[in-house]
């Protein structure tokens, strides 16, 4: 079996070393790794299936030779992205950076697979809350078309990488101890708290992360005629995301036919047992990497829409697992670059 | 200046707490207090006014000779309070016993004062959940009308009471400390994550909770045209209930105007400056009585709708303030029982 010259960018942060686990979970056909970061991780030590590993300092020699550059996110994307591509590696970015490009992919596996084909170099890896959402958003409109979703999102700090994650644990233990609390990576004090506000204030006042649930999905979806309204918060958990859908679709569709559609799709495990207390939940979607789709209810104040409940772990799902599909789809389709 | 005889049931609880709390900022005309609360509690002492009161087991007699009953919820209403309206007592009733009894009035004095005057003895409190939302909602419905809203609610653990707050700080510190979590008043673990199921199932796989704002909403607003639809979500907070709100509107509403006519409605705090970083937020909003309101949107995705996101003090406006409100409302209407 054929194996690949795989270079992980922004290796030691958050989805890097989700990305490795990944890899090594999914026996992925790794020939050489080489794992790069900004100078000020350069030098620290990772392993992968118990060999290890020196991150180096990433520069545009970094890529020589390589097939496949998965990109954590961050500045690296807009800075060795290109250069990559031009050297025939086949870059797949975390960052929000290239993903509305019309020369760009941007891809969900089980959604859009065929979109991989097309690629000029660059595959964009969509939001992580997109990512959870248009995954159960593509079975309901396959099955009965969609005319509108709102939607509102409950965020784990591991959006906001490996700081978010410290910052929740210092905050807690502070809010426990009396201590004052000092936000850095988050606005204000996250422990016990919920923060409405990711990313940056744009037009209209919505959020970048909520533009960009609205923005990715239709272009995942290939559908601008979707009507979708977001609105996303920062909740004290760590790694799931988890978000509250309301969707109206084209035709009637009953609970039971969701629920039918929803189980068949890839990707999804659902968990819609109410009476047995079985419903989507960070805690045990963690460290998962499927959607977790639950809570199903046809909407009882209006006529074609359904409310479900949706949880999924935003480092595995949200990022690095979607990368690495990616990047296997790209394996699939004899599409890697030309050298 | 008149005073009346009151008496609190559950008392000890952490809503009953709460009211006295409330009787004394508000300096509400309090001549003789009475705490009461099941066996359980008897005999614990409580300050009012720095005067030390001892809880007394409730009893049909205890109502005997008082103006105003506060009860904090639970069983205590359904037991005593229909025989404390026949001694000629006003019941201001925090427990969803009568909630919907078209007996009953269903009050948020902000939004339907004018229903106290007709009860009949019994006046019920409403739901946390639907007095946050209803307090906003009645602003929009009498400048612009009302279809339809999807809300998606974010309610802190205060809302199963005093054991769902120590239970927050329990399993947090369980989760620090690496110790196994038991879970007694929440169905799992609440530290660092969501619990999608707030009260028992009933029909179509809603919660309880999640009818109570709709059902209830209805009957305060007194039109039962409006569509609504819940998705109710227990969230690691302490005391702030948090909610996402869309709005269908039956005129269209720029966002301006809903601001105008939010920050003018008697009860609400505006906090809507995303450029500063001003929204509502539980941390803030703990501790006061009004509703605060921001991320004021005009929906993206649909003409004629806003989003917006709502906190507020649970067992303050969700509850005590309320019920408080609800008895200076009785006062001022000159509506006491007769005996």
Not at 155 to 172: M, N
Not at 173 to 186: I, N, S
Not at 320 to 327: D, E, G, K, Y
Request: glycine fraction near 6%; charged fraction near 25%; hydrophobic fraction near 40%.
């Amino acid at each position: 079996m054929a194996q690949y010259k795989v270079i992980v960018v922004g290796a030691s942060g958050a989805v890097g070393q989700e990305i490795l686990q990944v890899l090594e979970e999914k026996k992925f056909p790794v020939g050489d790794l080489k794992l790069c970061a900004t100078s000020r991780s350069a030098g620290k030590e990772m392993l992968f299936k118990g060999n290890t590993y020196k991150v180096e300092e990433t520069t545009p020699s970094s890529f020589d030779g390589m097939d496949i550059a998965l990109f954590a996110g961050g500045a690296a994307s807009k800075e060795f992205g290109p250069l990559a591509a031009e050297k025939g590696v086949v870059v797949i970015d975390n960052s929000s950076h290239f993903r509305l490009d019309p020369e760009v992919p941007l891809v969900v596996p089980e959604v859009n697979p065929e979109d991989v084909k097309w690629h000029k170099g660059i595959i964009a890896n969509p939001n992580c809350s997109t990512i959870i959402m248009v995954v159960p958003l593509k079975a309901i409109y396959d099955a009965a078309g969609i005319k509108r979703v709102v939607v509102s999102t409950y965020q784990a700090v591991s959006g906001a990488g490996a700081e978010g994650i410290s910052e929740l644990t210092e905050h807690t233990k502070a809010v426990l101890a009396g201590d004052e609390v000092v936000p850095a990576k988050f606005q204000y004090q996250i422990a016990f708290n919920l923060i409405p506000h990711i990313d940056v204030f744009q037009e209209m006042d919505y959020t970048k992360e909520e533009w960009k649930m609205v923005k990715e999905t239709c272009k995942i979806m290939h559908d601008d005629t979707i009507g979708i309204t977001a609105t996303t918060v920062r909740v004290p958990v760590y790694r799931s995301h988890s978000e509250s859908i309301n969707v109206e679709t084209k035709r009637k569709m009953t609970a039971a036919e969701a629920r039918e559609v929803l189980a068949k799709f890839p990707g999804i495990i659902l968990e819609d047992d109410p009476s047995n207390k079985k419903y989507p939940m960070p805690l045990f979607s963690s460290n998962h990497d499927e959607v977790f789709v639950g809570r199903i209810r046809e909407d009882n104040s209006l006529d074609h829409a359904l409310n479900m409940w949706v949880a999924a772990d935003q480092l595995r799902k949200g990022a690095a697992t979607n990368a690495v599909q990616i990047a296997e789809l790209v394996i699939k389709y004899g599409c890697l670059g030309k050298r």
